[in-house]
């Protein structure tokens, strides 16, 4: 393990900086870490961070942040909390100027060793007391899994928890004002920690936002893992090129993309869309025009896709990936080689064996891995009457172009959990609400109106109509859930130009075009 000193950031200050003066929110800023005395918290940076300070990271491992903008002031705090006798966080706690009485905890991304500073600061600058945390190890890889139980079970749930724990403590002394609301904020991993809260400790927060979370997580890295035998190594006869993946992809559109009213290169219910490969097929006679063809091979490929992944006795596993992914997921998912994270797992927690070769992946080594399942990492408990009965709310969303996680799993959840709690869709929006995201993928981006203001480079305004977060304040602190999602398709990422607005609808219902104005105009879409 590296010294903490070389795992925490600096902040770099410019002239213009250090000349501004000291004022009441600073000073207390700076002897704020003499007031520290939590248990095992070891306090390495308490300072103030000016607006529009960029923040140097460049102690980080390499696979992390190396820079950040501060937004506007805040108290910056860097700890190292231990959390085991063999493991221990690097937590970061940002106390912003501008505090609305509000705290929030940031989760993580892939297997999860960076603070994700981007949300840290997300979050402070809408006034929120906002913590991040590394998940008890540095960088992207799984190798400090490796016989340390102890980093894992910080990975699983601890981190997070510990986190909220150490972070609420802090804003509680930090300001005069106690906060008043507790929320939570995260994507990918991020949203299945979020799940994994909202699962295991119900009180401890007002307010959940789990974008397309990671759940059903050995199941999701074992789908992952299953690619590579579908398409083999490039060059083989069933692998298909990124270009050949776009020709698929054009084919898809044509035959789904008409189903909810409108062609606008966006699939609104994924669900109806069960694409035919073979009208591509090399020599068909095909009517369709195509720039390229495939062979009867690769076809096959297309069609194993985009299928569900079923374990030695036909139960499932994972679900299919959306139709619609295909141009984000041919460079992720379907690019010759095993997926990392997936291999990742089963090297350094299934089978302790770094030699572990990838490529001879089978959906045996998903059943075992399975049955090891360390710390109920699955995130699949279907029974949230815990959640339900604090009165903590939770909402979900899931793009329908992602092309890491399957949006079909987070529609599984909700039947399991409408099943177990023997709930209809208008008695789980008390307190559960999901929401499809057209044209999002994996967490931002895509060809649709992805701009939801889950993050800093997906907002368009801090208004709840067009800011999940804010729309979980909103349904908290007034009790006024959110109808609808509102995205926004920008011309060149956050802050461009607006092309359009959608408003998502919350699952079961989905969007078909009534007209009688363009598919740019929302109010010319209806959920139903």
């Known amino acids: 393990m590296f010294p903490l000193r070389f795992l925490l950031p600096a902040v770099s200050l410019g002239p213009a900086v250090l ?13 704020f870490r003499d007031e520290i005395d939590l248990p095992n918290v070891k306090v390495n940076v308490a300072s103030y961070v000016p607006g529009n300070t960029t923040l140097s990271l460049a102690d980080n491992v390499p696979t992390c942040d190396q820079s950040q903008l501060v937004s506007k002031d805040v108290c910056r705090v860097a700890m190292a909390v231990t959390t085991s006798n063999a493991s221990e966080i690097t937590l970061e706690a940002w106390f912003p100027r501008d505090y609305k009485g509000r705290f929030l905890s940031t989760g993580n991304g892939g297997l999860g060793g960076c603070i994700q500073y981007a949300d840290v600061d997300y979050g402070a600058s809408l006034g929120f007391a906002t913590v991040g945390a590394n998940n008890g190890h540095n960088g992207t890889s799984g190798e400090p899994f490796y016989q340390a139980p102890e980093v ?60 397309a979370p990671a759940f059903n997580f050995v199941g999701l890295l074992s789908w992952s893992a299953h ?46 869309c069960h694409p035919d490969a073979s009208t591509l097929l090399c020599g068909s006679g095909s009517a369709v025009n195509v720039s390229s063809c495939l062979t009867t091979p690769q076809i096959e490929t297309v069609h194993k896709v985009f299928s569900p992944l079923l374990s030695s006795n036909s139960s499932l596993i994972y679900p299919r990936m959306q139709p619609g992914s295909e141009n984000f997921a041919a460079p992720a998912m379907y690019n010759g080689q095993p997926f990392q994270y997936s291999k990742d797992w089963w090297r350094y927690v299934v089978y302790s064996d770094p030699n572990w070769n ?32 604090a009165g903590t709310k939770i909402l979900t969303y899931h793009g329908l172009q992602d092309q890491l996680i399957s949006s079909d799993n987070s529609k599984l959840y909700y039947h399991r959990l409408s099943k177990t709690m023997g709930l209809k869709p208008e008695q789980l929006d008390e307190f559960y609400r999901f929401f499809t995201i057209s044209g999002m993928a994996h967490c931002s981006g ?11 480079e997906s907002e368009s305004s801090a208004d709840p ?50 007209g009688p104005g363009a598919y740019t105009d929302e109010d010319a879409w209806e959920c139903v």
């Open 19 to 31: 000349a501004l003066p000291q004022d009441q929110f600073q000073a207390r800023c700076e002897s």
């Open 152 to 211: 894992l079970e910080d990975f699983v749930y601890r981190s997070v928890h510990t986190g909220i724990t150490v972070g609420k403590q802090l804003t509680k002394l930090f300001y005069d004002k106690d906060y008043d609301t507790s929320y939570y904020l995260g994507c990918s991993t991020g949203g299945r920690q979020g799940m994994k809260l909202a699962q295991d400790f119900p009180n401890e927060l007002d307010g959940i936002v789990a974008g």
């Open 227 to 272: 690619f590579y035998p579908i398409t083999g190594p490039v060059g083989s006869e069933t692998y298909l090129t990124t270009n050949e993946w776009s020709v698929v992809h054009d084919e898809i559109l044509r035959q789904c993309d008409g189903l909810d009213g409108a062609e606008d290169g966006i699939i609104e219910d994924t669900d109806l």
């Open 358 to 389: 990838a490529t001879k992946w089978t959906v045996k080594d998903a059943e075992a891995a399975l049955r090891q399942n360390p710390y109920d990492i699955q995130t699949w408990n279907s029974d949230l009457s815990p959640l339900r009965d």
């Open 446 to 456: 895509g060809d649709g109106a992805s701009g939801i203001g889950n993050q800093a």
């Open 465 to 514: 109509e067009d800011n999940v977060l804010m729309a979980m304040v909103k349904w908290v602190e007034e009790g006024m859930a959110p109808e609808t999602v509102r995205g926004a398709k920008f011309s060149n990422g956050a802050g461009s130009e607006v092309e359009f607005y959608r408003k998502h609808c919350r699952w079961p219902r989905t969007n078909v075009y009534k």
